[in-house]
């Protein structure tokens, strides 16, 4: 991994030179995490976190101490964007999926790049756009009633962002059930009753949809 690896790979600083690049690798932080550790908290909420290598996921935790999934990172994403301006989720958490290299970049340190480098900030702008779109269409999914039209839902745009029918889940059970706000025993209902209808083939992670119209009338139903 070069010195200044997190600086390439995160999109809001791709229209850097090199020499740019490193000036602002001078000011990030590497860190590495084991499974499930959590990286960001309301306890360090005043920085930029980026993946360099490996995954995590974004999520907030309700009253009830219920986790909701809002999204995973992996390499080359970035949360925390929002603390930079003091405009910290005090109930937002960042958690290691796997064994990662995490760097950080302070609020400090990033406010005087957006003086200097006003690319990164329409960058920054476009990320949040990014995400506000996705955050609506999650809401979207869960005002579906039944399960089965958020699963084949889900299905279907993961299926058009992958650009094929076939595909690997990017989530366990467990963080679907979140995403989608139902139960792990539920979600694996439903892939067992789509699989019965011969929607789709499902072996571990590995999804194929097999009846694509079919699947598309489960959603619009």
Known sequence: MSD???AEIVPIFTQLN??????VSDLVVHHHYDKNE???????ANQLVIVAQGAAKVYQLAANGKEQLLRVLDAGDFEGEKNLFA??????YVETLK????????????????????????????????????????NELLNHDLIEQRLATYLLDLAKAKGTTTFDLPL???ELASFLGTTPE?????????????????NKKAIS???LDELTEVRDS
């Open 38 to 44: 959590v990286i960001l908290g309301p306890d360090n």
């Open 99 to 138: 064994n990662s290299t995490v760097c950080t970049l302070s609020a400090a340190d990033f406010q005087p790049l957006l003086e200097k480098y006003p690319s990164i900030a329409w960058k920054l702008l476009q990320s949040n756009a990014t995400k506000i779109a996705a955050l609506e269409k999650q």
């Open 209 to 211: 949809i097999t009846q």
């Open 186 to 202: 539920t979600i694996s209902r439903k892939f067992k009753q789509f699989e019965q209808q011969q929607l789709i083939t499902k």
């Open 87 to 92: 405009v910290a989720s005090q109930d937002l």
């Open 18 to 23: 090199h020499q740019e690049l490193v000036q």
């Open 172 to 174: 366990k059970l467990k």
């Open 4 to 6: 200044h690896v997190c």
